[in-house]
């Protein structure tokens, strides 16, 4: 079964400082997402990465993937407190075009302390 | 354009009991993914439909099932219902498939007794 670990899974960081959220992942997968999720509220997506080497940024965070090393990198820049939230990965199982199964890893719970 | 929408937002039944969850997706998304979300469990997969079929399932029991309508739009049911079952429910759709963005609805607060 595939297996997606996240670490770390309790993030409190400064504001202003940078840290590396990483997302590991079992087995041979090319889409890899990234979801944030604020308190009692549903997923919002952040990135979709869907090849060895991609690179998105948005705003103060950027995501990478490297398929061959099963991992993925979230990456904070300059932390404000309104990215505190919990920061989900999730890799799809199922090979292109035959539809969408998610794993999701466990979360990261990122404080941003003033 | 409006965005994935759930009814009801919550729930309260008993063991025993059955339950249907309604999912309408976002406006021309075809696939819909279920997932359920415990703060043990954190979040599984359970089925995702597309045209009416069911494309992928997850590793639940029998008890839980969906289908998904003509106009895209997809109930999810379980059937006696164990405590163990309570969770927040949440309904995902996407345009066709595979490397679209899967966009979130509220979820379903299910709470058994």
């Known amino acids: 079964e595939l297996k997606v670990e996240q670490n770390p899974l309790f993030l409190s960081m400064q504001e202003g400082k940078n840290y590396t959220i990483y997302c590991n992942y079992s087995?041979?997968?090319?889409?890899l997402y990234w979801y944030r999720q604020d308190p009692g509220k549903s997923l919002e997506s952040l990135f979709v990465?869907?090849?060895?080497?991609a690179v998105k940024q948005e705003g103060r965070l950027m995501a990478s993937l490297d398929t061959k090393a099963r991992l993925s990198t979230l990456h904070i820049t300059a932390a404000v407190h309104d990215l505190s939230a919990t920061y989900f990965c999730?890799?799809?199982?199922?090979?292109?075009?035959?539809?969408?199964?998610?794993?999701f890893g466990t979360g990261t719970s990122l404080t941003v302390i003033p | 354009k409006a965005g994935v929408t759930q009814t009801p937002r919550y729930l309260i039944k008993t063991r025993g009991q059955q339950v249907t969850l309604s999912c309408s997706p976002i406006?021309?998304?075809?696939?819909v993914s279920w997932y359920q979300q415990t703060p043990g469990q954190g979040l599984q997969f359970l089925f995702e439909?597309?045209?009416?079929?069911?494309?992928n399932k997850g590793n639940f029991p029998g008890r839980f099932s969906g289908r998904q309508f003509s106009n895209s739009r997809s109930e999810m049911n379980v059937s006696t219902l164990e405590l163990g079952d309570s969770a927040l429910y949440l309904c995902?759709?996407?345009?066709?498939?595979?490397?679209?963005?899967?966009?979130f609805g509220p979820g379903t607060r299910l709470t058994v007794l």
């Open positions: 995902a759709s996407s345009l066709v498939c595979c490397t679209d963005t899967q966009y």
């Open positions: 087995t041979t997968s090319d889409r």
């Open positions: 990465l869907l090849s060895n080497g």
């Open positions: 999730a890799v799809d199982k199922t090979p292109s075009n035959t539809g969408n199964q998610f794993y």
């Open positions: 406006s021309g998304h075809r696939s």
């Open positions: 439909y597309f045209s009416e079929t069911q494309r």
